[in-house]
């Protein structure tokens, strides 16, 4: 499922919105309290003006037995409608029952080739964030 907030920005658009989309994705889908354990790739392609129109995106694209990732892509949207991505971020949240303890969630149902292919990209990144977190960082 894709969520989708619509605001009028100003120029610092604040970093918490992001994490509020993906927390927002993420509980819908746990159907658990979530919280946030890493952000990847936090960057930002163009920036926000006063006045323009900011819509923000996420979607789960991996789900592990207790954790799960969600994209966040944030767009500026003019007045005819068409979106300008500005955007895309990668959390990982972690579901949790009711003493805080990370719990099971539910799997990811993957219905196209477009959620496959992101996916096999969420299982590399999480390769990633592993090794790094083996050598320390």
Known sequence: RDYIITVNSTVDMPKEWLDEVAGL???RHAEHNITTA??????FIHGVYL????????????VGKTSMEVRVDTYVES???????INRAYFTMVAL???DKPTE???????TEEEKWEWDAAKKRREMRMKRREEGF
Do not use: F, Q
């Open 25 to 27: 994705v993420g509980r």
């Open 38 to 43: 890493s952000v990847d790739n936090l960057r």
């Open 51 to 62: 006045d323009e129109v900011v819509v923000v995106i996420g979607k789960a694209t991996y």
């Open 79 to 85: 007045k005819d409608g068409m979106r300008r991505p």
């Open 97 to 99: 029952d009711e003493k």
């Open 105 to 111: 969630i539910p799997g990811l149902l993957i219905e």
